[in-house]
């Protein structure tokens, strides 16, 4: 097990270090080029972003430098709002985004989880059609569809920004809807696999109820593969959330994100795509960790230092 | 003496194929009884049907009757029939070694049949040591899995085990201990028996009497010693000719 | 059951596709400053947006494209990873290890993040469309087809067809991809929809194909200020997406239901 951990970590080193590379090259359109297509900016500016990332020094110079900016976190000014350090916008969109996010989470695990016990107790394979038209809908219909229905036409919930529980109701819900079917069509899955194993019918044949048999049998064997799905359900709420804080107004770092991509802010999408990578490789590297914590073969393959 | 189980044209079919045909017979307590055929006979199916473990989406047409003590089981209430369950059939099926839950401990998967279940008394009743209770499935070989198997069906203090065809899976050794552990175990505890095995060596050794099954029918019912001397039936005299050889 | 509704979701699309611009009047780009934002109506199928061009023509258009530029990335990221995976498990131990760990590396980048990047570098146009779609989306094929094809390595024929003596492309072409027809179109046809999603995802963002073609995510995302004035603008564009991604789901579904269910007869 230590064996597959220091192979995670090697692979998530390598990955930021791809990821640190595409960046880099990125910086390099500063320079110019793709100036005189889009705005153009006050030569003090421009002169002072230069001198910033170092892009009259040579190549190797500018790696270790641009190595230093990101362990500080000093990206210097936004290229298209140059009043705000880029560190000043992260701080205060990250905490928004991350709240969020972190809503939709619970929602969507809660969700999902949820319906699909229910589905199992009843047994209906409706659930697995219901759960496909789910996710086949795109997060900016779902998003338009909530906010027409029930902000503007209804008026049970604010149309849009953020700070009041109201206004965190309807892009919560967004954001949560498909994940949340894909993980209970997930779970739903797996859990009527589970049952048709032969331990499901010892048990039932111990005279256990259908509840005891379903939560506290198959659910726990069921549970595995979900948890592992909890790391790119993270980067699908991620990914969602460029959307739903365009779509709901919301101050976040998607939004600022999305502004930087149509803006061509290069040094703000740099630190972003950076932050997102970041946290999103530790959360999958934390759900597989913990889908292997669960099942008791590994967990006592790492104490007892037994190969499986 | 009421008998504790009896069948009564007990048949089964899927569509137009029959698979049991007009089965009848009776158990009483304390009684042992093998079920022995060639596979595909229609034992297995017989010990689900009466333990209602057929899988869920089997278009269930029992035609007949099966009666527990009197009572009628086949349109049981749900409900009613798990009372059964928990203290009066008991089952250990085939492929025994996946029967255990791989998650959960040894002792909470023995506990969990009733209130106030000692694990550790079971656990001794089938002899294993009593820190087996802290173990998973995966740390035990198959032929203590079996005996888990056994002392969990044991720990509901059933009146009827109804066991199908727990030593196949066993080397030789661990077949004969699970022979004696089981009649130990029956005598003790005064259970009844309906064994289903392909093999007739087992059937001699834990009971009294036979059934023999053919293509979903009972082709002959006597004492295990007689059919063993004196086979009517083709198919009887076939099986007891495999055991020799 | 599933599938047909999904065949038939997917006739209407592609009737929708290929006799849109015939049957409509007007062109994708006609501009008519007199009928701007007019609801659906006898003579606007589908409304008119803030120029007065025809939606039902632009969607028609957008629909063209979204499909087609989601089955081609599809497609190319089926080759791809078919060829990648197949490869990584007859090559032999060290080169199978080397191949995947580039793909867990590649894996490891969250995916949006990746796409997003390289389209910023890009110029904008349906090539770097696709090849930004192509660059992350081949990894579950490869891994799909690197197990399949571990399983069949250790089956008789291709063990004797080895022992014979045949070379690396006879293998691969005459015993492996035959038997590996079912997991190859049963991933692509899940692969489609999570293209066109993508697709109009970037679109939604401004990094998709430039106007003036119209482009389904483009086309929501120049009518949100607009949602509650002239809700059609964006609910009908986004609709059809959700129904092209439904038709390729279901009946991807069916088909993999159907082949589970054939593997599971047969065990």
């Not at chain 2, 079971?122 to 009593?130: D, K, Q, T």
């Not at chain 2, 004196?230 to 198919?235: G, I, N, R, W, Y």
């Not at chain 3, 190859?184 to 293209?195: D, G, K, R």
Request: proline share 5%; net charge neutral.
């Amino acid at each position: 097990m230590i064996g597959w951990l220091c192979r995670r970590l090697m692979i998530m080193l390598m990955a930021f270090v791809g990821v640190f590379f595409l960046t880099f090259f990125l910086i390099h359109f500063l320079p110019g080029d793709a100036f005189l297509n889009e705005q153009s900016l006050p030569e003090a500016s421009y002169n002072e972003l230069r001198h910033h990332w170092q892009l009259d020094e040579p190549l190797s110079v500018q790696l270790s430098h641009y190595l230093g900016l990101i362990v500080q976190g000093d990206f210097g000014r936004s290229m298209v709002y140059p009043d705000w350090t880029i560190s000043e916008i992260i701080l205060n969109s990250l905490p928004i985004s991350a709240f969020l996010g972190f809503c939709a989470l619970c929602v969507a695990v809660l969700l999902g989880i949820g319906t699909a016990l229910l589905a199992t107790l009843w047994r209906h394979d409706l659930y697995l059609v219901i759960t496909t038209c789910i996710v086949s809908m795109p997060v900016f219909l779902v998003g338009a569809l909530f906010q027409y229905l029930f902000a503007i036409e209804w008026e049970w919930f604010p149309v849009a920004r953020w700070g009041s529980w109201q206004q965190m109701v309807l892009p919560v819900m967004t954001l949560a809807i498909a994940p949340g079917a894909f993980m209970g069509r997930l779970l739903y899955v797996r859990l009527r696999a589970e049952l048709k194993e032969p331990y499901a019918r010892f048990v039932e044949s111990k005279g256990l109820s259908d509840y005891a048999i379903l939560f506290r049998h198959a659910f726990r064997n069921a549970c595995s593969p979900v948890i592992a799905y909890l790391g790119p359900l993270t980067a699908q709420i991620a990914t969602g959330s460029f959307v739903v804080e365009k779509i709901f107004a919301i101050p976040g770092l998607g939004q600022w994100f999305v502004l930087s991509v149509m803006s061509r802010d290069y040094p703000l999408i740099i630190a972003i795509a950076l932050l997102y990578s970041l946290i999103l490789m530790t959360c999958v590297l934390l759900s597989d960790l913990a889908a292997l914590w669960i099942n008791p073969r590994y967990r006592h393959a790492l104490f007892r230092g037994v190969p499986t | 003496m009421i008998p504790l189980l009896e069948l009564e044209s007990l048949s089964l079919s899927l569509g137009s194929k029959i698979l049991l045909n007009r089965l009848t017979f009776s158990l009483f307590p304390r009684q042992r009884c093998a079920i022995v055929g060639a596979s595909g006979s229609g034992k297995s199916l017989t010990l689900a049907t009466i333990g209602r473990l057929l899988p869920r989406d089997f278009p269930w047409k029992p035609e007949g009757s099966i009666r527990w003590n009197g009572e009628e089981l086949l349109n049981m209430p749900k409900e009613r029939f798990r009372k059964i369950r928990q203290g009066g059939i008991a089952t250990v099926l085939q492929e025994s070694m996946s029967c255990l839950n791989p998650s959960m401990k040894i002792g909470k998967q023995i506990a969990e049949v009733a209130q106030k279940i000692c694990p550790t008394e079971w656990l001794e009743a089938v002899g294993l040591p009593r820190n087996l209770q802290y173990c998973f499935p995966h740390e035990l070989s198959g032929g203590m899995k079996q005996r888990v198997v056994l002392a969990i069906a044991l720990a509901s203090k059933p009146r009827l085990l109804l066991a199908d065809e727990i030593t196949s899976a066993l080397d030789t050794h661990s077949q004969e201990q699970i022979i004696d552990l089981i009649d130990r175990v029956c005598s003790d505890h005064n259970i009844a028996l309906l064994l289903v095995t392909h093999d007739f060596s087992v059937a001699r050794a834990l009971c009294a009497d036979t059934l023999v099954m053919y293509q979903g029918a009972i082709v002959e019912q006597a004492a295990t010693s007689k059919i063993l001397d004196l086979p009517q039936h083709f198919h009887s005299r076939q099986l007891v000719e495999a055991i020799f050889l | 059951m599933k599938a047909v509704v999904g065949l038939i979701l997917l006739a209407i699309c592609f009737f929708l596709v290929c006799f849109g611009n015939l049957i409509s009047p007007y062109s994708y780009d006609a501009i008519d400053l007199m009928a701007r934002n007019e609801p659906p109506s006898w003579q606007h199928l589908f409304g008119t947006d803030d120029l007065g061009r025809d939606l039902f023509t632009r969607v028609a258009q957008g629909l063209r494209l979204s499909l087609f530029i989601g089955c081609v990335a599809a497609a190319i990221d089926c080759l791809i990873g078919v060829v990648w995976g197949a490869s990584a498990a007859l090559l032999g131990n060290r080169i199978d290890t080397l191949m995947m760990s580039c793909i867990d590396i590649l894996a490891a980048i969250p995916y949006s993040i990746l796409t997003i990047v390289l389209l910023v570098v890009m110029d904008p146009g349906i090539i770097s469309v696709i090849a930004a779609l192509v660059v992350s989306g081949w990894i579950t094929m490869a891994r799909l087809m690197r197990s399949h094809v571990l399983t069949l390595v250790s089956k008789e024929y291709v063990i004797s067809a080895r022992l014979v003596g045949a070379g690396f492309f006879r293998v691969l072409f005459r015993h492996v991809l035959p038997n590996s027809v079912e997991i190859i179109t049963t991933t692509l046809l899940l692969t489609i929809p999570q293209a066109i999603f993508l697709e109009s995802f970037l679109s939604f963002l401004g990094l998709g194909v430039p106007p003036p073609f119209a482009s389904l995510g483009r086309m929501v995302q120049e009518s949100l200020s607009a949602l509650p004035y002239f809700p059609w603008r964006l609910l009908i564009p986004a609709a059809w997406i959700s129904i092209a991604m439904l038709a390729f789901n279901l009946i991807g579904e069916q088909w993999y239901e159907k082949l589970e269910c054939r593997n599971d007869s047969l065990t």
